[in-house]
């Protein structure tokens, strides 16, 4: 079973950067989609970021496009967003997701995504 566990979230200021992690283990296939999804209180889950790991594509959601960037360091089975200039909209627990990859693409809908970690909260004040 797939078990993944976010780390590195932190209270920042307004145009700094912040890099999370999210830590593999279980996996049995070289071939998911892992997302990032972030959670606020009152609004819907919405994904951030997401890469293909059987071919390292990327893509994200309009809002982080530009100031964020989704990688994967495969020797420490590690999968990591880079978010710079943040705002205060940032401020959200932030989820790393997993699913087997299955044709034609990764799904923007949290609900088909079947292993999640624990979350970490992003705080960005002004």
């Known amino acids: 079973q797939v078990q993944l566990v976010e780390s590195g979230g932190g209270s920042v200021q307004a145009g700094d950067s912040l890099r999370i992690s999210c830590a593999a283990s279980g996996y049995t296939s070289s071939n998911y989609c892992i997302a990032w999804f972030r959670q606020a209180p009152g609004k819907e889950r919405e994904r951030v970021a997401r890469?293909?790991?059987?071919?390292?594509?990327?893509r994200y959601a309009d809002s982080v496009k530009g100031r964020s960037t989704i990688s994967q360091d495969n020797a420490k089975n590690t999968l990591y967003l880079q978010m710079n200039s943040l705002k205060p909209e940032d401020t959200a627990m932030y989820y790393c997701a997993a699913l087997l990859f299955i044709n034609p693409g990764c799904p923007t809908d949290p609900k088909l995504y079947k292993y999640w970690g624990q979350g970490t909260q992003v705080t960005v004040s002004s």
């Open positions: 890469i293909r790991t059987g071919d390292g594509s990327t």
